[in-house]
């Protein structure tokens, strides 16, 4: 099997390799904001990024709003920030795959203007890259670009 889309890369990997707890359990109920969270990022965030960074569209007409399944850029960035803000982690009060995809779009964002620079990105982008594992991946990273 091939998979090819970076978010379901990510669940994948997390069903895969339960032991790593990097997704709740099917049954758990935290499943739903699991999803949520994944395909949120993959869906409504790269669009609302590729449409104001690539194709330069900053302003869509209220009538539109719901043709383009996100609204505006800017209620994707505040529906982030809302949430960032007021939870550690995307999901259950605990690092997963959810944080790898919706971490790494704020992390690239913000880095490269893609994103807004807020507080709360800021906090959560260092709290996720400032866990072990994270430090020892990019150490690996590192050690590949060298």
């Known amino acids: 099997m091939v998979v090819t ?10 069903d895969a ?12 109920r935290e499943r739903g904001a699991y999803y949520r969270w994944m395909f949120y ?14 194709l330069g569209i900053t302003d869509i007409p209220a009538e539109k709003q719901p ?3 996100y609204g505006t850029y800017d209620q994707v960035v505040d529906v982030l920030d809302r949430h960032v803000a007021a939870n550690e982690y995307m ?9 790898v995809y ?4 704020l992390a690239w964002g913000t880095q490269f203007g893609t994103l807004p620079k807020r ?6 982008v260092a709290r996720i890259t ?16 060298s």
């Open 5 to 14: 889309e970076v978010a379901a890369i990510c669940a994948y990997l997390a």
């Open 67 to 69: 043709m383009v399944g």
């Open 130 to 145: 400032a866990r072990p594992a994270a430090k020892q991946a990019k150490a690996l990273d590192d050690q590949l670009r």
């Open 41 to 54: 990022a993959a869906g409504p965030v790269e669009a609302a990024i590729i449409d104001r960074a690539a």
């Open 119 to 124: 507080a709360s990105f800021d906090a959560y």
């Open 91 to 99: 999901v259950g009060g605990r690092f997963s795959a959810a944080d």
């Open 102 to 105: 919706v971490g790494s779009h």
């Open 17 to 28: 390799f339960p032991d790593k707890q990097l997704a709740p359990p099917p049954t758990a």
